[in-house]
């Protein structure tokens, strides 16, 4: 169960592309190599995207397109362009620090970590989401707990348990992974492990010379009619960023 594709370690380091080249020769890996692979795909060293997010509930709907950027595995700043009345609104993540920015009110605030699992602009997604948070890698213990097919591809079903005294807020999490890298399902799970919600990618297409979860979907528990889409249109992985992006200045005052 615990038998996965050709060096697949190696393949994170030099990226999903490449771990997706080297798929098929069989070799050994384990539940964390997966996970990095994952969020390796989703990140990349960097990239850039732009990105429509559809907040549904049952008697009505909102739409919204951003701008996103991150560099690393600690950085990230996304902004919102329309519809008019939300363009501008901000939010940087540097390291532990997230900073959102008003421009109605002109100010930036620093939310502090008690609020990172707080709903982010009223959608399903929280502020950890938006970042692409990889606590799940470095506060969790994780195991393949089981294995798959879909669409010609071997599926990883991991489970995530916090390690000894983490910060976290999810007691369990759970996630299924392609072999080649491509994170398809994400269930949240609290202390007393009840889903909380569940996160799923519905669409994988091609963009930015890569497969790529293009649309997914984040569903609390138990409420049918609420969900929040997001379905990036463009992306670019592993391009120059300039260093200024990720500033509080820029944040307030954009240049790009």
């Known amino acids: 169960m615990k038998r996965l594709i050709a060096r697949t370690v190696a393949a994170v380091v ?15 890996a384990d539940a964390t190599s997966l996970l990095r692979a994952a969020f390796d795909n989703w990140r990349a060293n960097s990239s850039e995207s732009t990105v429509t997010m559809t907040i549904h509930r ?24 329309a519809p008019a009345k939300d363009a501008g609104n901000a939010t940087l993540k540097l390291g532990p620090m997230t900073l959102i920015y008003n421009p109605k009110l002109n100010q930036v605030i620093k939310l502090p970590a008690s609020m990172l699992a707080q709903s982010w602009m009223g ?6 989401d938006l970042s692409k948070a990889e606590d799940i890698l470095t506060e969790y213990s994780h195991k393949i707990v089981g294995t798959g097919r879909a669409g010609g591809h071997t599926v990883y079903s991991i489970e995530a348990l916090p390690k000894p005294g983490a910060p976290v ?25 009840q889903v909380v919600r569940q996160m799923t990618t519905d669409r994988v297409g091609r963009i930015g010379g890569r497969d790529y979860p293009v649309v997914v979907t984040m569903r609390p528990a138990n409420k ?10 463009a992306a670019q992985f ?9 500033t509080r200045s820029n944040l307030q005052n954009p240049r790009n």
């Open 14 to 28: 030099v990226g999903a592309a490449t771990l997706a080249a080297s798929a098929g020769a069989g070799a050994a």
């Open 123 to 128: 959608s399903d997604f929280s502020y950890n």
């Open 169 to 193: 807020v999810w007691g369990k999490q759970q996630v299924k992974v392609r072999d080649d890298g491509i994170l398809l399902q994400e269930t949240f799970f609290d202390q007393d492990m």
């Open 58 to 81: 049952q008697s009505w709907e909102r739409h919204l397109t951003m701008r996103g950027w991150t560099q690393g595995h600690d950085k990230a700043l996304v902004r919102f362009t």
């Open 224 to 233: 049918k009619e609420r969900w929040t889409r997001l379905d990036t249109t």
């Open 238 to 246: 592993n391009v120059p960023i300039p260093a200024y992006v990720f």
